[in-house]
């Protein structure tokens, strides 16, 4: 968020903000993978659901790369169509995910304490 945020500001330049992105895109998707097979193995289906549409779209954003760019962030079309918007608006759908699924977390762990 704040990359793709001193992107809209012009503190840093298209090249730069899309190579620091796309540094993170492959741990993340493997990451994400990993934590949703983990849920489905330990039988946590709740979880499991919630986190598999995020996987999914992940995967996904990955798979659709057009040959030819960058990554998923591509320099040169991240100021078209409205792209940076548009990965500005997921990364804070993100963040709010990632935030839910940290005390999803917190609570199962410490209930899960305590009836041991």
Partial sequence: IITLSDLECDYINARSCCSKLNKWVVPEVIGHALVTV???????????LLNLPVATWNIYRYIMVP???MGVF???????????KSHMKEAMIKLGFHLLCFFMYLYSMILALIND
């Avoid at 591509?74 to 940076?84: A, F, K, M, V, Y």
Wanted: glycine share 8%; charged share 10%; net charge negative.
């Fill in 38 to 48: 983990l849920m489905l193995i330990s039988l946590h289906w709740f979880i499991f």
């Fill in 74 to 84: 591509d320099p040169t079309e991240i100021h078209n169509r409205g792209q940076l």
């Fill in 67 to 69: 040959s030819g760019n």
